[in-house]
T-cell receptor, first 115, second 115 residues
Framework: EAGVTQFPSHSVIEKGQTVTLRCDPI?????LYWYRRVMGKEIKFLLH????????ESGMPNNRFLAERTGGTYSTLKVQPAELEDSGVYFC?????????????FGPGTRLTVT | GNSVTQMEGPVTLSEEAFLTINCTYT??????LFWYVQYPGEGLQLLLK?????DKGSNKGFEATYRKETTSFHLEKGSVQVSDSAVYFC??????????????FGKGTKLSVKP
């Protein structure tokens, strides 16, 4: 069974540019989560999809971030325009919806560097 | 609000030494508690978990006990190996109905084990 995959693994962009990160969850997992870790700080929750619906987006930092999950499969996270403080590692995770205590499986992360 | 505090690293040990990484939490209700591990160049992996008070999670020689009275979930291993070198994250989650809520992480503790 393929794990959670993320693309790209690393992205370097200039301030003001746009970047789109992609996450492919484990097949059949309805829950999809985005997190990010800014240098030296905790991994912070961004948002949670159940299928194609946003269950909780309380962690999204501002309206420069837009997450979508069309069709309830893969998800994209767009940052437009990027700022220096957006640099960090963005993780995606997925889990099954049926169990309230199911494990979240994480992808390897996308390292975003804004210069 | 909910939060997790874990001991700052880095931690450097010799092979076969005893390991303790402290973790305390603040949460309302009855969260589930987790330890995740990130090996160099890889994504986060669930190491162990506990879903209610006095539960002990264990895996690969690591153990942690959910202590509600001290709001702690300390990670221990009796004899570390070089291959245990990684970053360890303590985390909690609230559970909502049939879905696991988002994870709240500590800052992570980097462990280096020397031969």
């Amino acid at each position: 069974e393929a794990g959670v995959t993320q693309f790209p693994s690393h992205s370097v962009i200039e301030k003001g540019q746009t970047v789109t990160l992609r996450c492919d969850p484990i097949s059949g997992h309805d829950n999809l989560y985005w997190y990010r870790r800014v240098m030296g700080k905790e991994i912070k929750f961004l948002l949670h999809f159940v299928k194609e619906s946003k269950q909780d987006e309380s962690g999204m930092p501002n309206n420069r971030f837009l997450a979508e999950r069309t069709g309830g499969t893969y998800s994209t996270l767009k940052v437009q325009p990027a700022e220096l403080e957006d640099s960090g590692v963005y993780f995606c995770a997925s889990s099954q919806v049926s169990s309230g205590r199911s494990e979240q499986y994480f992808g390897p992360g996308t390292r975003l560097t804004v210069t | 609000g909910n939060s997790v505090t874990q001991m700052e690293g880095p931690v450097t040990l010799s092979e076969e030494a005893f390991l303790t990484i402290n973790c305390t939490y603040t949460a309302t209700g009855y969260p589930s508690l987790f330890w995740y591990v990130q090996y160099p160049g890889e994504g986060l992996q669930l190491l162990l978990k506990a879903t209610k008070a006095d539960d002990k999670g264990s895996n690969k020689g690591f153990e942690a006990t959910y202590r509600k009275e001290t709001t702690s979930f300390h990670l221990e291993k009796g004899s570390v190996q070089v291959s245990d070198s990684a970053v360890y994250f303590c985390a909690l989650s609230r559970n909502y109905g049939g879905s696991q809520g988002n994870l709240i992480f500590g800052k992570g503790t980097k462990l280096s084990v020397k031969p």
